[in-house]
């Protein structure tokens, strides 16, 4: 089955402790991308990827990582989370740039 | 940065009804996209449409990309209990470099009443 699949599915966790959420999908997909979900604000785009050691911003990258080393893998990374980070996360990939296809089922993370 | 006005909020309906929602900018976007999201889930792509005046349909859905190249429009036809969720428009641009990010409405948040 074609999907994207995220871990964990909820984490809870204290300011300034380190998490990696990972997310990995299994369509061969080349670009992959990062979105935020918040009350109000709607989905806004972290970070995206072309392909394999390409990333570049999205609309709010401040406080997060990503890493693309391999196609099918693209992990986000709060090397010091803050509770404005709180949030639900999606995954997202597809093969045609910019059309996001496949997202994942979210990450709720609450930073305390 | 690009937004986009997404209407209504929320929509009460009776189970049956059909179903308008939409979706205006200031801004021309190349390519407009729909999306269901349902609770505990991902968003889940309806439709996408790649040209002014495009009409499209998915079953009972019903898309269309404005003239104007600023709006979209989504229709349900006869509503049934599992079309129940959050519906989201999405633009998208293209520059020189390729495609700009997706812009995402707030979403229609659809209840039908039993």
């Known amino acids: 089955e074609a999907q994207v699949t995220q871990n964990p599915r909820y984490l809870i966790t204290v300011t300034g402790k380190k998490l990696t959420v990972t997310c990995s999908q299994n369509m061969n997909h080349e670009y992959m991308s990062w979105y935020r979900q918040d009350p109000g604000l709607g989905l806004r785009q972290i970070y995206y990827?072309?392909?394999?050691?390409?990333?570049d911003k999205g609309d709010v990258p401040e406080g997060y990582k990503v890493s693309r080393k391999e196609k099918r893998n693209f992990p986000l990374i709060l090397e010091s989370p803050s509770p404005n980070q709180t949030s639900l996360y999606f995954c997202a990939s597809s093969q045609s740039q910019g059309i996001f296809t496949h997202f994942g089922p979210g990450t709720r993370l609450t930073v305390t | 940065g690009q937004q986009l006005n997404q209407s209504p909020q929320s929509m009460f309906i009776q189970e049956g009804e059909d179903v308008s929602m939409n979706c205006t900018s200031s801004s021309i976007f190349n390519t407009w996209l729909w999306y269901k999201q349902e609770p505990g889930e991902g968003p889940v792509l309806l439709i996408a449409?790649?040209?002014?005046?495009e009409l499209t349909s998915n079953g009972r859905l019903t898309a269309q990309f404005g003239i104007t190249r600023k709006d979209s429009f989504l229709n349900i036809s006869a509503s049934i209990p599992s079309d129940v969720g959050i519906y989201f428009c999405?633009?998208?641009?293209?520059?020189?470099?390729?495609?700009?990010?997706?812009?995402f409405g707030k979403g229609t948040h659809l209840i039908i009443q039993p």
């Open positions: 999405a633009g998208l641009t293209y520059s020189g470099g390729g495609a700009d990010g997706l812009t």
């Open positions: 990827s072309m392909n394999v050691e390409v990333t």
């Open positions: 449409l790649y040209k002014a005046g």
